[in-house]
Antibody
Framework: QVQLQESGPGLVKPSQTLSLTCTVS??????????WTWIRQPAGKGLEWIGR???????NYNPSLESRVTISLGTSKNQFSLKLTSVTAADTAIYYC?????????????WGQGTLVTVSS | DIQMTQSPSSLSASVGDRVTITCRAS??????LNWYQQKPGKAPKLLIY???SLLSGVPSRFGGSGSGTDFTLTISSLQPEDFATYYC?????????FGQGTKVELK
């Protein structure tokens, strides 16, 4: 059974870089039928797709964040990471990593529990 | 970006009620539509993919329909564990986008 777990600092100062890691168990991130995805949710609000990475390293980003976002595969085969530069208070949110299955259709079938990141000085 | 609009934003219902949530897309895209359930403090969980395919393990009281721009999530007989917020999500073109959510509350 696949499991995902986010980790990283819970507090980031404005203008600095937010860095999170997602550790995956139960399946390798090099498996070719999945994308590995980041989504965020400000408190009390809806879901925003940040971007995704394929096992080849190919990425897709939300144009609204593309200039500040980098998603990469970890040195370990079962990790992938998110970097978001020049953060502001508007980036305060719960950040989720998730697996996207595209074999039959594109859908997010496994999610991490989420990690709250607060941007504040 | 494709805009997804859900209605209603919230609803009050009783156990045993039939509940219907609609999701409308700003452009047509066949059946690339997924539904998620989110409970407070928890990550969303996939219920239905490709508009009408029930994920394995999801109770059969959940059903999805629609294509093009108009989609529906139906809960045939609301159970206590179904009180949650529901989101639709299009997977036709990136960036994937979600509806604003529909909160199902106890009447």
């Amino acid at each position: 059974q696949v499991q995902l777990q986010e980790s990283g600092p819970g507090l980031v100062k404005p203008s600095q870089t937010l860095s999170l890691t997602c550790t995956v168990s139960g399946v390798s991130t090099s498996t070719g039928t999945y994308y590995w995805t980041w989504i965020r949710q400000p408190a009390g609000k809806g879901l925003e797709w940040i971007g995704r990475i394929y096992s080849s390293g190919d990425t897709n980003y939300n144009p609204s964040l593309e200039s500040r976002v980098t998603i990469s595969l970890g040195t370990s085969k079962n990790q992938f990471s998110l970097k978001l530069t020049s953060v502001t208070a508007a980036d305060t949110a719960i950040y989720y990593c998730a697996r996207e299955d595209y074999l039959r259709a594109y859908y997010l079938d496994s999610w991490g529990q989420g990690t709250l990141v607060t941007v504040s000085s | 970006d494709i805009q997804m609009t859900q209605s209603p934003s919230s609803l009050s219902a009783s156990v045993g009620d039939r509940v219907t949530i609609t999701c409308r897309a700003s452009q047509s895209f066949s059946t690339y539509l997924n539904w998620y359930q989110q409970k407070p403090g928890k990550a969303p969980k996939l219920l239905i993919y490709a508009a009408s395919s029930l994920l394995s393990g999801v109770p059969s009281r959940f059903g999805g329909s629609g294509s093009g721009t108009d989609f529906t999530l139906t809960i045939s007989s609301l159970q206590p564990e179904d009180f949650a917020t529901y989101y639709c999500q299009q997977s036709y073109s990136t960036p994937w986008t979600f509806g604003q959510g529909t909160k199902v509350e106890l009447k």
